[in-house]
């Protein structure tokens, strides 16, 4: 069993930064894939970047590629999100997800999928950010 839990969300003005951290406690040595996804009002959820932990490999949706960056502190079992210049419609629920199936190639590249979703296991419950214009 893995548990992620998100801290390090809130409102930001367009154009602000936001750094978003989550824990994952559990059983982490048999993660093989970690991202995070998002939730607008009224969306689906939707991938935003994903990370394999034993290469550090990355992934990363169009909408997002060049403002976000994903990363992994391995000693301290915690996901990061660095997210630049931010606007408006990225305003939505932000997940920290974990799955111990996925392999390395379909990490980076599923995460661009419109059902990619449904291939994570393990979810945070959600930390929520904000931004006006």
């Known amino acids: 069993y893995v548990a992620p839990v998100e801290s390090g969300g809130g409102s930001v003005q367009a154009g602000g930064s936001l750094n978003l951290s989550c824990e994952v406690s559990g059983n982490t040595d048999s993660i093989s894939c970690l991202a995070w996804f998002r939730q607008a009002p009224g969306k689906g959820r939707e991938g935003v970047a994903s990370?394999?932990?034993?290469?550090?490999?990355?992934g990363y949706v169009a909408s997002v590629k060049g403002r976000f960056t994903i990363s992994r502190d391995s000693a301290k079992n915690t996901l990061n999100l660095l997210m630049k210049n931010l606007q408006p419609e990225d305003t939505a629920v932000y997940y920290c997800?974990?799955?111990?199936?996925?392999?390395?190639?379909?990490?980076?590249?599923?995460?661009?999928?419109?059902?990619?979703?449904?291939?994570?296991?393990?979810w945070g419950q959600g930390t929520q950010v904000t931004v006006s214009s």
């Open positions: 990370i394999v932990p034993s290469s550090g490999r990355t």
């Open positions: 997800v974990a799955d111990h199936t996925l392999g390395s190639t379909a990490c980076v590249t599923a995460i661009q999928a419109s059902d990619a979703n449904e291939m994570y296991t393990y």
